[in-house]
């Protein structure tokens, strides 16, 4: 059974940092990435990296204060999240993909996670 975990979020100020994990279970995939939905909006792409590295890809809301990558050890994944601002502020979904063309849009996505809530204070 594929399953798709995400956890790390919490409250923070602006100006902080953030990691968010996600472990996956159940098989490998392509690609995978990082998708967040502010309140009164529709999901957007935020991230995105092949299953082996190296072809990261960023909204350019985050480039720059933003990480994707994947701990190969244990198969997780994560989201550095640095100078946050209020913006950030939504329900962050990891998402795996069997392509490996990492995916920037959700109908690329093959799983999902249930969300994690990144609020961040002004």
């Known amino acids: 059974q594929v399953q798709l975990v995400e956890s790390g979020g919490g409250l923070v100020q602006t100006g902080d940092a953030l990691k968010l994990s996600c472990t996956a279970t159940?098989?490998?995939?392509?690609?995978y990435a990082w998708f967040r939905q502010a309140p009164g909006k529709e999901r957007e792409f935020v991230a995105a990296?092949?299953?082996?590295?190296?072809?990261?890809s960023y909204a350019d809301s985050v480039k720059g204060r933003f990480t994707i990558w994947r701990d190969n050890r244990k198969n997780t994944l994560h989201l550095q999240m640095n100078s946050l601002k209020p913006e950030d502020t939504g329900v962050y979904y990891c998402?795996?993909?069997?392509?490996?063309?990492?995916?920037?849009?959700?109908?690329?996505?093959?799983?999902w996670g249930q969300g994690t809530q990144v609020t961040v204070s002004s």
């Open positions: 990296n092949t299953w082996r590295g190296g072809a990261a």
């Open positions: 159940g098989r490998t995939f392509g690609s």
């Open positions: 998402a795996a993909a069997s392509e490996r063309l990492p995916p920037r849009k959700e109908d690329d996505c093959d799983y």
